[in-house]
């Protein structure tokens, strides 16, 4: 039995999440984020560092995010970002359907949107040079840890 | 097994070099309570776990960790990159480059090597699942620390990023041990180790 599921469990704003009916004592005690929570664009789940509004409690010296999405690599690492948000919040709340449903949405759209990314940039998997005319696809600056001064 | 994807989980790109910054932020690279640790921990956690949610919530956070690790790393990379002659004598870096260079090696700040001696595997659920809601806590407070450290807004975009994910990791920690407690004995969930006793 998955407590967030529990007809009975109360629930409040999404900020909060899934109260339990009543808390055990002696082990650590985390509400359960509720089901069909808020979510950001895909844009402002990468730049704040979550889809979830109910969990972006940034640090005073560093309250607001830069939007970060602002070229075809950035925009990928936004649909790739979901993916793994989604995936993660599933392991815990595998009953969400909504929640599958979105995943296997954008599971679509970040493939779609790697294949078009690669045909243009250069492979991101070995397995994707396969498409290339030569190994120097894979081999091919610049790696991720390379800084570009031209990509602005 | 893993496969090598050829990008980063968010964008890093810092324009001015600072050996003084990165010799702090080593620290997140393989500190004691660095990205290095947080994934072996998880990833080596795992084996012990009974129950599915478990095994997928240790496997997909250890995992993204590695990615962070080279997060960390990048960022230490592009801090230091172009030194000039006087820049390698900055105090605080001058300690690292005379063993590493411009290398990324895991170390805490204080310049001690990474140690597994920073992180434990128990093979017991809640033991494990509690230590990891501290590891969360102990790694978003040293990027707070790392914030009040740095001035430069093309590292605290990514550090603010990377301290996101703490907390969304502690938020899941938390609901996997609700989850293992459901599956335990309900009256004592410290009656058994459900990963030994059988």
């Known amino acids: ?152 | 097994m893993f496969v090598y994807e050829k990008k980063l989980q968010y964008p890093v790109k810092i324009k001015n070099t600072n050996p003084k910054l990165a010799s702090v932020i080593i620290s997140q690279y393989g500190g004691p309570d660095g990205e290095l640790g947080a994934s072996l921990r998880y990833l080596s956690q795992r084996y012990a776990m009974p129950y599915p949610e478990l095994k997928a919530v240790l496997t997909d956070i250890g995992t993204e960790e590695l990615g962070h690790l080279e997060m960390v790393g990048t960022i230490v990379h592009q801090l230091t990159r172009n030194l000039t002659e006087d820049q390698i004598k900055t105090a605080g870096f001058d300690t690292y480059f005379v063993d590493h260079t411009a290398g990324v090696y895991p170390q805490f700040a204080s310049g001690y090597p990474w140690s597994a001696s920073t992180m434990q595997v128990t093979g017991d659920i809640i033991a494990d699942l509690t230590e990891d809601l501290a590891a969360e806590q102990k790694a978003r407070l040293t990027y707070d620390n790392i914030l009040r450290l740095s001035d430069d807004p093309d590292v605290n975009d990514v550090i603010r990023f990377l301290r996101e994910r703490e907390i969304v990791h502690f938020q899941r920690f938390g609901e996997a041990i609700r989850l293992a407690k459901e599956r335990m004995d309900q009256k004592n969930v410290y009656f058994t180790n459900p990963a030994f006793d059988k």
């Open chain 1, 1 to 152: 039995m998955y407590p967030d599921n529990g007809s009975n469990a109360p629930t409040c704003p999404d900020r909060c999440g899934t109260l339990p009916e009543c808390a055990p004592l002696a082990v650590p005690y985390v509400p359960f984020q509720q089901t069909c929570p808020k979510r950001y664009s895909q844009e402002d789940a990468l730049s704040n560092g979550t889809l979830f509004p109910g969990l972006n409690l940034p640090f005073h010296m560093k309250a607001d995010a830069r939007n970060v999405v602002n070229c075809p690599l950035s925009e990928l690492q936004a649909l790739e970002f979901v993916l793994l948000e989604l995936g993660l919040y599933l392991d815990t709340h595998q009953g969400d359907k909504e929640a599958f449903a979105l995943f296997q949405q954008y599971a679509a759209l970040e493939k779609a949107g790697r294949e078009k990314y690669e045909a243009t940039y250069g492979p991101l998997f070995k397995s994707s040079a396969a498409q290339s005319d030569c190994w120097c696809s894979w081999l091919q600056d610049p790696w991720p840890w390379n800084f570009e001064e031209t990509e602005g």
